[in-house]
């Protein structure tokens, strides 16, 4: 989905600094930024603004040299371009201190026969004696280089002042909220490329090299109408194997997969059907729930699965809730992201975990459900006292959290906590959704009217 805002389109061979003036143009590290080339391959599309004026800034991969072209280069060189193509205006980065190179002369051709309003960056001006250097960038044809340092942040401020005045005016109309989800899930468990099915465009590199995707990268689309956000995952690595390789590049990626997590309504876990479920897949499923999210396990690559018959799936959803009694109420769809198998389905249940994470159960039916509960299995004595369970109330949504009060919150038995859970969870129908109970010496009711004030949602 193309954004109301104007787009500015960061680009340069390899090792330039574009994520670094990427980051310091946000704020914040937003980009993996590393002195090893070709680290971001993808193009990152953020938010940004200077003066009141609002643009979105996009990340694209290092150019590569014609002689060093191989599909993986050749992808990035596509992702670079379809990125120039849909931009208001192109920074176009060199490295002040190596001076004009024969690569960044090819590049500046090809960009120049888009013609695209370009603002040439000379970075690394960090010292005075490499700002008197940019002269050497004229050749390029690309007009008086800016020397700026996006390490320190030289000049920087003074580039924004540029780019806002080139930006075009754009309609700023108030877009619908989008449904936020990340797609998580192992290394080459097929996530690009069902990122890549659902936009119906190449936006990130798909390849069989574990670990190409590096970012984080946001992609806004529609799907039947109904507007969504997904970010498409590095992916997640055992914490072990990061520590032990002291690899700054896969540590970054997993701190930025976890802040995906947190500002996501609904996470999809992909799941590769020729591997199974593993140890590491549940690692990923307590960060996602320690974080109140919504979940959805898919299980990728379902076409190329061999000997599987009627009865595979329900082996493999057998062998997934045998790992956790709550995996019950969790949605597990067998797909294929390569053929676009049961593709549509997954997006119509991401629409209901999310709608499930910010439901109001209603106080009265609340009320209902958990004195019959407690009437039909009433909690046992525990250390010498009775467990009176008084009254419950949702005081939540997003993730919906019901209160219990009772006066040993302590001596509420985990077996008990889970009849309770798996009664709301049957009753109330919040599959996917995080549901938590909370056990309190007194609980401050809530009215149906108060949770609609503050999670600004309908009555389910």
């Known amino acids: ?11 340069g ?7 670094s003036l990427f980051n310091r143009i946000l704020g914040r590290r937003a980009a993996v930024v590393s002195d090893r080339e070709g680290v971001t391959r993808d193009r990152h599309y953020q938010e940004a603004g200077w003066q009141g004026v609002k643009f979105t800034l996009v990340d694209t991969g290092g150019f590569m040299p014609d002689e060093q072209i191989d599909v993986l280069a050749q992808s990035v060189r596509e992702q670079i371009f379809a990125a120039v193509n849909d ?3 192109v920074l176009f980065m060199v490295d002040v201190r190596v001076g004009a190179t024969t690569l960044d002369s090819q590049f500046a051709k090809l960009i120049l026969k888009t013609e695209k309003p370009v603002i040439l960056v000379a970075n690394k001006s960090e010292e005075v004696a490499d700002r008197a250097e940019g002269w050497a960038f004229l050749q390029l044809g690309m007009g008086t280089p800016r020397t700026v340092s996006a390490l320190t942040g030289y000049a920087v401020l003074s580039l924004l002042d540029d780019v806002i005045s ?3 005016k754009k309609d700023k109309a108030r877009q619908e909220h989008a449904i936020s989800f990340a797609i998580l899930g192992r290394p080459n468990a097929g996530k690009s490329t069902l990122l890549n099915k659902l936009l119906g465009e190449e936006r990130v590199v798909v390849s069989e090299i574990p670990g190409t995707t590096r970012d984080s990268i946001d992609c806004e689309f529609k799907y039947n109408g109904v507007h969504f956000k997904v970010t498409d995952t590095a ?8 520590a032990k390789r002291r690899d700054e590049v896969e540590i970054f990626s997993n701190m930025r997969t976890m802040e995906s997590i947190r500002r996501s309504d609904v996470i999809v876990l992909l799941l590769d059907a020729t591997r199974g479920f593993e140890i590491q897949d549940l690692r990923i499923i307590t960060d996602i729930r320690k974080a109140g999210k919504g979940l959805i396990l898919a299980i990728n690559k379902w076409d190329i699965l061999e000997n599987k018959d009627s009865k595979s799936f329900d082996l493999i959803l057998k062998e ?5 009694p709550l995996f019950e109420w969790v949605p597990v769809i067998s797909i294929s992201a390569l ?15 999310f709608a499930n994470c910010k439901k109001i159960i209603g106080r009265d039916r609340v009320v209902e459900v958990f004195q019959s509960a407690i009437a039909k299995n009433p909690h046992h004595a525990r250390g010498g006292h009775s467990v009176p369970l008084k009254r419950a109330c949702q005081i939540l949504t997003d993730p919906p959290v019901i209160t219990i009060e009772t006066p040993y919150p302590d001596l509420v038995d985990e077996s008990y906590k889970r009849y309770l859970l798996k009664t709301f969870f049957d009753e109330f129908g919040l599959q996917g959704a995080p549901l938590k109970l909370n056990f309190d010496r007194s609980l401050r009711l809530r009215s149906d009217e108060d949770l609609l004030d503050y999670s600004g949602e309908t009555h389910a």
């Open 1 to 11: 989905m193309k954004s109301n805002l104007p787009v500015v389109c960061i680009v």
């Open 320 to 324: 997934i809730r045998e790992k956790d």
């Open 339 to 353: 053929e676009g198998l049961r593709v549509h389905r997954l997006m119509q249940e991401i629409q209901t975990v």
């Open 166 to 168: 080139l930006l075009p």
């Open 87 to 89: 931009a208001d205006l």
């Open 235 to 242: 992916g997640l690595r055992k914490k072990a194997k990061v």
């Open 13 to 19: 061979r390899p090792n330039v600094g574009k994520s």
